[in-house]
Structure formats: structure tokens, C-alpha cells
């Protein structure tokens, strides 16, 4: 108690954008609200009533007034639409070289994976200046996270991807909260973001214990689930091969077709009938509960890794 | 001192006695009245949740009770002042009471049905009741699956049948209002002779009729899900929880209309009494209702811009949300032109007229940050959202209820409130109601999610103060209430036009006889003509 803090911080690119916005809004709102205000002070006094038996002239209504007190706010509010729509839209439009980590929100806590294999629950260590991507999935019920300070949220949905990007301006230790409410331990499922500067960032990834990165932890999973026994890279299996799969685009026995993104891949893994390759059997087993949906995206990225040429990929590990 | 007369003319409350001639009862002002009671009782429970809620967040870490205790507060609190005070507030008592009244009319078009209305929305708030005391129910007001469907351990299935049952009641009232305004008006009475008030409730009872029954399919829905696991909404059978917030908010955006429209039906009359004007531009706000009840179908998708909705449908909401702000804008403004040379009186109705204005113009004005996309983003789901729909809820509509009560109490009762306690309730909720929810804005835009029972510490200054304030405005509420009940034994009898008000519910007696009128009134003006009335304004103050 004592502190009285009126704005937060501005810790990434989209914070001044948003509040430049919102000051121009609230320009708006101040100024309407002395106007109205202002107008029923001014006409409650000036023409108070001062005998019983007083009877005002008639008034007719004005079109010109009308009109131009239905203009004005429509012109003013179509600014606010656009404005806010075009940050929205650079929200929703990651960049390509972002940084990318996976997210997986339970009742109450965050759990956070890293390309490298680092993990971290509750918290999340990002490099400051960077786009930083996060493709996120519940195991439960609907999650948000939020960043006040980075001004931006997106909810976490059970059975499906949502992404969230942000690029941090300034380093230091920022709240995350479960925006979304989620149950008894709502308010407890908060974490903390650390912006690190990129070579504490590099020291940091470095340290604690070493696990494999994402894509091998799939790979081991791959071959636990026993996907590989149908899944041949050869294309001689009873299954489509996924090497060079991400990104690429399916033909269904439907007719149509399916950029293989993360949904996609995800959705075959739980739901394999959903979507079926055009020229293959509907024979693969739902793994439904036999994955977790941090398994799920271990398997995600371990497809991701299988690249167009299985050589280079390897090579690049 | 009664005069005799007073006391021998026959009324609608003494023409008969007993229990049964209530609970029976036909008449649609008695109907009127049984809400009354009815809602003044969920208000309190609503209330007294509310205030646990404001004393808990008086320390960031939570002591008080539970987090599931906590979160069991928000939720009913919710439900009680939504479903079971705000949505039949004015529509259920004072149109109820009024709307045949001021057509000209003896009752509604169906007296029983409307006596049913009251007997589901007892029977709905009993089962509400049922849940909150056999253990309550944590799922927000909001029943987000999958939580709602299959993770909440709490009395869901009951409060959803409560919800139910009370939303046919809602039903069946506008289908009333809308037969008893296109067949039960008196002679001259044209559409464009009708009060605002009127047009304000048939356009919500436009939005009863077509949207509750929207929300009864979502909750047989959501029942099924919970008890038969069909999969509509639970991913892990091929469902999907986003589709359940597009249903729930397809009808409770416009239920917010249901709550906000004839609070401006109510400010329109009472705009124009204590101005002694017609209301300025009167087929304007006329249409402007009719425009927020269409356009308010067209504007769910708000409430879901971080949902995973499309990019695209984000935009189109955010677009038509403005679009749906517009006429109430051209209310505003035409309520403060109707005041440019007027006779103004500061009678209490008129102060609570003067407190919907601000406070709705502030729950107004925030409403374009909230469906503002970029901004949005960054306030949804944290207390800037709460501050601006209560903003609109409470400053709005309650102001107008209040508002609404003061003005026809006299016809309601015969009996004449205290003027100077009621204006310092009028003024009590207004400081109030802003201690209360201005900070909560400033919370809203550093970040604070809703629902949240332990905080970060750095935010206990400003909830502090909010709980300051809700103290205040408990009192300001329970004021009326103290003084309301004295009226009936001490009040000033009331003349049948105490205002010097144009519309036909004060051409007859105060209390009116049992069939309103003693002969069907002939309309020869239009609403708000001040040349017809004679100035027998009674001294008050």
C-alpha cells in the first residue's frame, strides 16, 4: 500500500502505439464529456424554473443539428476504427524471424518450452529487441495470456493454436496473468516475463540443466508412439511420409486441399479422420489422450525439423 | 391529515384484500408491484455479494474467504443482478406498471400471461436461490465452456434452469408489450403520439422476443454437454468452446439493450416533465431506439477480439460496434437540447435524470475504448471492462430505475416520498457510484485481469478506494428503500398529477381505480404538448 501508480509500463513496441491511441480517445471522450456536461450546468441554472405556472415556448427539433451531431461522432468514431483495427492487424501478423516458443497453459500454471528444450513454468526468459512468437494451446480450460506491459493478450484455447507476438523495448521483470477466467486458482495463475539483455539472454539459455532441444524430444516420442512403423520416409509405408510435410500443401481424399501448418499436424495426431490424405487408408489410431499436448508439440516440431531434404536437416543438427 | 375522499375512492390497492387477491391477481399494476418486491430482494442479495466482494479486495492476498468462496461472490452476484434484477427492472415493473397506462389502456393485452411471467421469473429465481444456497456455482456470470460444461464442481445445472425458466418470463412479457402497443392504444393515440417511454419498450421487447430464446438454446446446450457429454462445445470430442461464446454473447450483448433502453425510455419522460419541453427531436430518439435494438443483433463479436475469432470478423464487429454507438449518442444530445430554454426543476426524479446523463455518457464515451480493436486487446477482461459496463449498467440503468421510482411513486402509492432525503440520495449514489468505478478504469488500463480474488500489491491504492466508494453508494442505495416505506404511512398524499406532466397515466387518480381510467381516455395531442396541462405543480421542497 502507499503507491499509486497510474499508467503502466511501456515495455514493448506495440505499448506507445496503443497509447498514443488511446490518449487521442480519451481527447475525445474528454472534450464530449465537458460539452455535455458543461451544457447541462450551463441550461440546469440559466433556465431554472422560477414560478409554477411557467410554460416554455415550443421547440422543433433541427435537422441541421441532427445531422451534424450524428456526422461528427460517426467521422470521429470511424478514425478510432481504423486506427485501432490497423494495430490490431499488425497483432495478429507475427514476423517471419520471430523467435519461437511454445506455450502450454493448465490449470494454474504456464508452462513454457523453448525451441533449444529449455523449459520453465510460471516464467518466461525472452531476449530484449527481438520478435518474440508464441504458439499456445491449453490442456484444459480457456486460458489469456497478458502482458500489461506489453499491451497485448490472447486467449488460450483448449484443441486449438492460438499465437500471441510481442517485441520487448526494455529489459526488466514484467507480469504475466491468466486474463481468462479459469477456475478456484484463477488469480494464482500468474508468472512473470524477464526481458534479458540478448548476451545475458545467451548466458541464461546456456546455464541450468541441458536437455535436448524440442525436435529430438519428438523424435523420441515418434519413435515411442511407434509412429515411424507406418510413417516411413520412403513414402512406402502405409502412411503418407511427413518429411518436407510442414508447410507444404496435403491433398485430401475429399477433393480439397490443407496448408500442413501446426493446427493441421496437430489435429491428424488427435484427430486422424478428420482429414484424410488423398490415396491413403483412414487407418491411423487416435492418440487422444495418449499424447500430452506438450508431447503434441514436441511431435509438432520434430515434423517441422524433417525440412524438404532430410540431409540438410540432419546436417543443420 | 388524509382528506376522507382520498381514503374512501377505490383504487386498485384497496379494491380487494388478502393474500390470494395478489397472488392472483390480474391486474397489471399489482403484477407491476409483485416484481417490485421480487427484484428489490435479488438486488439486495446481489448487493450484499457485491459488497463481500469490495471488502475482500480491500488487501491484495485475499483473507477473507476462500478463493472459491470468492470466486462463487463474483459469479452470483452476477447472476442475481443480471437475470434477476436488471432485465425485469424497468420492462417488469414500471412498463409493466405504466406502458398500459400511458396508451390509454385498461390492462395489458394478456393480463394471465403476464401473471405467469411473474410466476416463471419466481420460479427461475428460486432455483438461483436453491443454488446459492445448496453450495453456488463458480462459473462467472459469462458459463465459459468447457469450464462450465466439465470442470466446475458447483451447482451449474441449477442456475442454468433458473436462468432458463426466468428467460421465457422475459419472454413472455415483451410478447405483451408488443400486442398491447400495435392493438390496445386509445383512440388518437398514433405511433407518433407515444410517449418515448413506450417506443423505448417495444423496442426491447423486440430484443426479448427474438434473442432470449437464443440463450434458452444455448443453455439446453450446455446442459446436454454437461450431463451427456455430446461434444458440441468440448474440443476433446470434436467440439468446439468458442462456439458457445458466440451464442451466449449473441444474446447477451442485446441484453444489454434489454437493460439500457428503457432506462432512456424512462429519461426521455422525465427529461421532459421537469423541463416543461417536448423532448427535442422526438422521431429521432424515437428511431434511435428502434436502430440500437437492430443493430445491437449485429454486435456479439466484440466481446471476442482475443477469443481466436478471425482477424476479419474482429474488424466487422469492431466496425458495427461504433455503428451501434451512434444513436445513442443522438440521444444524449437530444436530451441536452430538450433542456435549451426550458423550465427546469430540480425535483428528484429529475436529479437521477441528470446523474444517467453523466454517468452514461462516461459509460458511453469508454465504450468506444473497449470497441476500440488496438485497445481492446489490451482492457478486455480486466476491471476497465467492469468499470465501463457498470458504468452502464448501474450508473445507467439503475439511475434510471431510481429515477423512474421517484417520479411514479405518487401514482403508484398516492403518497408523496421526502423530497429533500431523496435528492440527498440522488447525490449520495452519484458520488458513490464514481468512487466506486473510476478507479476501477485506471485499474483496468495497468492491467488488472477481472475475477481476480489475490492482486499484486501495487494495485491495493486504487481498490481501496473503490471500496470506499461502494461503501457510499450502499448507503445512497439504501436510502430510498428506508424512506420509500415510511411514505406509505407518512407520505404527503398525492395528487393524480403531481409533476404537471402531460402523459395519460396522470390524467387519472393517485393510485389509479382498478381498471386505470374511469373513461377511455381520447388523444387529441402529441406526447409532451405543455399547453394541455394545467400548472397545478404541488409545492415541494
Request: proline share 6%.
Amino acid at each position: 500500500m502507499g503507491k499509486l501508480p497510474l499508467f503502466p509500463e511501456q515495455a514493448s513496441t506495440f505499448a506507445p502505439d496503443v497509447d498514443h491511441l488511446l490518449f487521442f480517445l480519451l481527447a475525445v471522450a474528454a472534450f464530449f464529456t465537458l460539452l455535455i456536461f458543461g451544457a447541462i450546468f450551463y441550461f440546469a441554472i440559466r433556465y431554472r424554473r422560477r414560478s409554477h405556472q411557467e410554460l416554455p415556448a415550443v421547440q422543433h427539433g433541427a435537422m441541421t443539428l441532427e445531422i451534424l451531431w450524428t456526422a461528427i461522432p460517426f467521422a470521429l468514431t470511424m478514425v478510432m476504427f481504423l486506427w485501432g483495427a490497423s494495430i490490431y492487424f499488425r497483432e495478429a501478423r507475427p514476423p517471419a524471424d520471430a523467435l519461437q516458443i511454445y506455450v502450454v497453459g493448465k490449470q494454474w500454471m504456464w508452462k513454457m518450452q523453448h525451441m533449444e528444450g529449455k523449459r520453465e513454468i510460471n516464467e518466461l526468459h525472452i531476449p530484449l529487441g527481438r520478435a518474440v512468437k508464441l504458439t499456445m494451446t491449453s490442456e484444459d480450460v480457456v486460458h489469456n495470456f497478458f502482458v500489461p506491459a506489453f499491451r497485448t493478450k490472447q486467449d488460450v484455447v483448449p484443441g486449438k493454436y492460438s499465437t500471441i507476438w510481442f517485441q520487448p523495448t526494455k529489459a526488466g521483470k514484467y507480469h504475466l496473468f491468466c486474463a481468462a477466467y479459469c477456475g478456484t486458482r484463477h488469480s494464482a495463475m500468474t508468472g512473470w516475463i524477464y526481458v534479458m539483455e540478448p548476451r545475458d539472454y545467451a548466458n541464461w539459455m546456456r546455464g541450468g540443466e541441458s536437455t535436448g532441444s524440442l525436435a529430438d524430444d519428438g523424435a523420441k516420442l515418434f519413435q515411442d508412439l511407434a509412429c515411424a512403423n507406418c510413417h516411413k520416409a520412403d513414402n512406402h509405408g502405409r502412411c503418407p511420409s511427413l518429411v518436407g510435410l510442414f508447410g507444404s500443401t496435403v491433398k485430401l481424399t475429399t477433393g480439397g486441399t490443407v496448408t500442413a501448418d501446426e493446427a493441421y499436424i496437430r489435429e491428424s495426431i488427435l484427430q486422424p479422420n478428420a482429414k484424410i490424405v488423398a490415396g491413403y487408408a483412414p487407418v491411423m489410431p487416435t492418440f487422444q489422450g495418449l499424447v500430452t499436448e506438450e508431447g503434441v508439440l514436441q511431435l509438432v516440431e520434430y515434423i517441422k525439423s524433417l525440412g524438404p531434404r532430410p540431409a540438410v536437416a540432419e546436417g543443420a543438427r | 391529515m388524509i382528506p376522507a375522499a382520498a381514503v374512501e375512492r377505490e383504487n386498485y390497492l384497496n379494491a380487494s384484500y388478502g393474500l390470494k387477491s395478489w397472488l392472483l391477481t390480474k391486474d397489471h399494476k399489482r403484477i407491476g408491484l409483485l416484481y417490485l418486491f421480487t427484484i428489490t430482494l435479488f438486488f439486495f442479495i446481489g448487493g450484499a455479494m457485491a459488497t463481500m466482494i469490495r471488502v475482500e479486495l480491500l488487501t491484495p492476498q485475499g483473507g477473507m474467504v476462500s478463493s472459491e468462496t470468492y470466486n462463487k461472490l463474483f459469479t452470483m452476484h452476477g447472476v442475481a443482478m443480471i437475470f434477476f434484477f436488471l432485465i425485469p427492472s424497468i420492462p417488469a415493473v414500471l412498463g409493466n406498471f405504466f406502458l398500459p397506462m400511458m396508451i390509454g389502456a385498461r390492462d395489458l393485452a394478456f393480463p394471465r400471461l403476464n401473471l405467469l411471467s411473474w410466476y416463471l421469473l419466481v420460479i427461475g429465481g428460486l432455483f438461483a436461490l436453491f443454488a446459492m444456497l445448496a453450495g453456488g456455482v463458480d462459473t462467472g456470470w459469462t458459463f465459459y465452456t468447457p469450464y462450465s460444461t466439465t470442470y466446475s464442481n458447483s451447482w451449474v445445472i441449477a442456475t442454468a434452469l433458473g436462468i432458463f425458466v426466468a428467460g421465457f418470463s422475459s419472454i413472455l412479457t415483451g410478447l405483451n408489450f408488443i400486442v398491447t402497443v400495435h392493438r390496445m392504444r386509445a383512440p388518437g393515440m398514433t405511433w407518433f403520439r407515444l410517449p418515448l417511454f413506450v417506443w423505448a419498450h417495444y423496442a426491447t421487447a423486440l430484443i426479448q422476443v427474438l434473442g432470449t430464446p437464443v440463450l434458452a438454446v444455448t443453455i439446453v446446450l450446455l446442459l446436454c454437454e454437461r450431463l451427456l457429454h455430446i461434444g458440441i462445445f468440448d474440443p476433446a470430442l470434436g467440439g468446439d468452446p468458442v462456439l458457445f461464446q458466440h451464442m451466449f454473447w449473441f444474446y447477451s450483448h442485446p441484453a444489454v439493450y434489454i437493460m439500457v433502453l428503457p432506462a432512456m425510455g424512462v429519461i426521455s419522460e422525465l427529461i421532459s416533465t421537469f423541463s416543461r419541453k417536448a423532448i427535442f427531436g422526438y422521431k429521432i430518439v424515437a428511431f434511435s431506439s428502434v436502430a440500437i435494438a437492430v443493430l445491437g443483433f449485429l454486435v456479439w463479436g466484440h466481446h471476442m477480439f482475443v477469443s481466436t475469432q478471425s482477424l476479419y470478423a474482429g474488424m466487422v464487429f469492431s466496425f458495427l460496434s461504433y455503428c451501434v454507438a451512434i444513436p445513442s449518442a443522438i440521444k444524449v444530445f437530444n436530451w441536452t437540447a430538450t433542456l435549451y430554454k426550458g423550465s427546469i426543476s430540480y425535483a428528484t426524479p429529475m436529479l437521477y435524470a441528470f446523474g444517467f446523463i453523466g454517468l452514461f455518457t462516461i459509460g458511453g464515451l469508454t465504450g468506444l475504448f473497449v470497441a476500440c480493436l488496438g485497445i481492446d486487446v489490451h482492457v478486455t477482461d480486466t476491471y476497465f471492462v467492469v468499470a465501463h459496463f457498470h458504468y452502464i449498467m448501474v450508473g445507467g440503468a439503475i439511475m434510471a430505475y431510481l429515477g423512474g421510482l421517484h417520479y411514479w411513486w405518487p401514482k403508484m402509492t398516492g403518497r408523496m416520498y421526502p423530497e429533500t432525503w431523496a435528492r440527498l440520495s440522488a447525490g449520495i449514489i452519484f458520488l458513490g457510484f464514481n468512487l466506486t468505478f473510476f478507479p476501477q478504469f485506471i485499474l483496468g488500463y495497468l492491467g488488472m485481469p477481472r475475477r481476480y480474488h489475490v492482486y499484486p500489491p501495487e494495485f491495493q491504492v486504487l481498490n481501496v478506494m473503490s471500496t470506499a466508494g461502494a461503501s457510499v453508494l450502499a448507503v445512497g442505495y439504501l436510502m430510498p428503500m428506508v424512506y420509500f416505506i415510511w411514505s406509505l404511512r407518512y407520505g404527503k398524499v398525492a395528487p393524480a398529477n403531481p409533476w404537471g406532466a402531460t402523459g395519460l397515466e396522470w390524467k387519472t387518480a393517485s393510485p389509479p381505480p382498478l381498471h386505470n381510467f374511469d373513461e377511455t381516455p381520447i388523444v387529441t395531442h402529441a406526447a409532451y404538448d405543455y399547453s394541455t396541462v394545467p400548472g397545478e405543480v404541488i409545492d415541494f421542497g
